[in-house]
């Protein structure tokens, strides 16, 4: 497992944008597919989007595809979610985490991914005012 903590959330105004970040420490960052989720008050912890270890392939949610980009530095070990346009239904606690399965394209992500994820962060506080 990595060991892994989130940094950047914070409050921004409807349309704005944040740039998470996720600092792992431990072996083979570089072999983890990284991933981020996030929980909004009452719901599930849903997929947002990872980016593969191999080919640094990249999988979206729906509601954030165009909006989203996921990125990693492997020198720097470090997993990066540039969110722009963002809305207020993006507000949420952002969870990033870490994997060592691959996702192929044309995988579905949905509530069981999460599952298959071992290493999480504490979470970083997104708010989006509207």
């Known amino acids: 497992q990595v060991q892994l903590v989130e940094s950047g959330g914070g409050l921004v105004q409807a349309g704005g944008s944040l740039r998470l970040s996720c600092a792992a420490s431990g072996r083979f960052f570089s072999s983890y597919t990284m991933g981020w989720f996030r929980q909004a008050p009452g719901k599930e912890r849903e997929f947002v989007a990872s980016?593969?270890?191999?080919?640094?392939?990249?999988l979206y949610a729906d509601s954030v595809k165009g909006r989203f980009t996921i990125s990693r530095d492997n020198a720097k070990m470090t997993v990066f979610l540039q969110m722009n346009s963002l809305k207020s239904e993006d507000t949420a606690v952002y969870y990033c985490a870490g994997t060592r399965w691959l996702f192929v394209a044309g995988y579905a992500p949905g509530p069981q991914t999460q599952d298959k994820f071992d290493s999480w962060g504490q979470g970083t506080q997104v708010t989006v005012s509207s």
């Open positions: 980016i593969n270890w191999s080919d640094r392939s990249t």
